[in-house]
């Protein structure tokens, strides 16, 4: 749920595979609350820029030992959501305050993670979609999006092959496909949620660090594209 306001670096070797020349890097979490208060954000930007790819970066944001029931975290995210509420006007869904409630819920990013791994190695834009899915299936609907069924259900959602995806989810070379992605985030810096960068060639521009409006994102974004003649 929290925000952090450290910035990101990139190194010389962003990445192996050939790149566009032009992308939009975005950090994200689908058990991140502010990542999906962002979404009318980041939507916004992609229907003002559709031709701008976006490429998303999971550093991994409940892992492991932090993995715990939710209702240890109860007054913490409903304080979340008020400040959520009153920042970027959202709130959360019937299904999540019912789970909630419930308390019994133990959230884990990796499994979300895979499935957003999984989905850009089928068909690379998907990853974006993916991440949207599991966020909006968590916080309005009160999912259990560590459960494949579910995971596999968003696939089907955005369009994949819901037997194709469930095979790969389930496969060791996924679960070591988002620990690689772990790492490259890590690597190149993400240690908060949401965050949306610029890149052009081996140049990196930060455009929002936590909740950003979408007016605030988009004259940020231009005013780059126009120094750099995008």
């Keep these: 749920m929290g925000r952090d306001e450290r910035t990101m670096s990139a190194p010389d070797d962003i990445a192996e595979a050939p790149r566009p020349v032009e992308e939009l890097w975005l950090a994200t979490d689908p058990l991140c609350g502010w990542c999906f208060a962002f979404r009318p954000v980041l939507a916004a930007v992609m229907a003002a820029e559709p031709s701008i790819p976006v490429r998303v970066l999971m550093g991994g944001l409940v892992l492991g030992g932090a993995a715990q029931p939710i209702a240890a975290m109860r007054d913490y995210i409903r304080e979340g959501f008020g400040r959520i509420h009153a920042l970027a006007g959202v709130d959360m869904g019937a299904g999540f305050a019912a789970l909630l409630d419930a308390g019994t819920w133990i959230g884990d990013s990796e499994p979300p993670c895979r499935a ?23 916080y309005e609907d009160g999912l259990d999006i560590t459960d ?19 095979a790969r989810l389930a496969s060791d070379e996924a679960r070591e496909l988002v620990q690689t992605c772990f790492a490259e985030a890590r690597a190149l810096g993400v240690t908060s949620y949401p965050l949306l960068a610029h890149r052009r060639d081996d140049t990196v521009t930060l455009l929002a660090q936590g909740w950003t409006p979408a007016a605030t994102v988009l004259a940020r974004l231009a005013a780059v594209r126009d120094r750099r003649g995008g």
């Design 116 to 138: 957003i791994a999984v989905a850009e190695s089928l068909v690379e834009w998907k990853a974006v979609e993916m991440a949207d899915a599991a966020s909006a299936a968590l």
């Design 148 to 166: 494949p069924t579910v995971l596999r259900g968003l696939a089907e959602r955005i369009g994949l092959d819901g037997d194709h995806f469930a």
